[in-house]
C-alpha cells in the first residue's frame, strides 16, 4: 500500500512539471546582476534596538559587530561589580550604626575597622553615593549599547567607497 500511494503521488507530482528549457539566457545574467546589488542586506534598527533592550549584547551581535560584545559585558560587569559592592558596604555601616546606637554590649561594633559613629555615617554617605553613581552609570552604559546598536544597524547599508568626490565651489 505505502509503494503504491508513494508512485501515485510521484507520478502525479511529475505530471505538474513545467518546461523551464525556455527561459531566456538574459533573465538569468539580470537576477544574477540584481542579486549581486543587493547582496549586502541592511539591518533593521528597530529590530537591533529590541535585542539590546532585551539582552546587553545582542544588538551588537545582531549588526555582526562580536568584537563589541566584550567591551560591553566588560563595563556593564564592572560597573555591577562596583554597584554590588557599594550596596554591601552600605548595608553594613548601616548596621553598625544602628548597633552603635543600640546600647547592648554584645552587638558588634566595628564594620572594616570603623568604631566611631562619625567615621562610620561618613563612611556610610560615601557608599550610598556610591550605589547612586552605580545606578546611574549602569543605566547610561545600558542606554549607550542600545543606541550604539541601534546607530551601527542604522548605519549598516552606508558604505564608503575609494571613488568619493569632493567638491568646492567658491
Known sequence: I???TSMTFTSAAQSFVTDTTSLQEDSVLMISEEYEKDSHHPK???RAILWASTLPGAGQAYNSKYWKMPIVYGG???ITYWLVSGVKDFRCYRGAIRALNDDDPSN???CNGFTSSSAL???RESSRR????GVLLLSLGYALQIMDAAVDARLSHFQVDDDLLLTWNP
Do not use: E
Open 44 to 46: 533593521n534598527f528597530k
Open 108 to 110: 558588634d561594633l566595628g
Open 2 to 4: 505505502c509503494i503504491f
Open 130 to 133: 556610591q550605589v547612586d553613581y
Open 121 to 123: 555615617q561618613l563612611k
Open 76 to 78: 556593564l560587569g564592572g
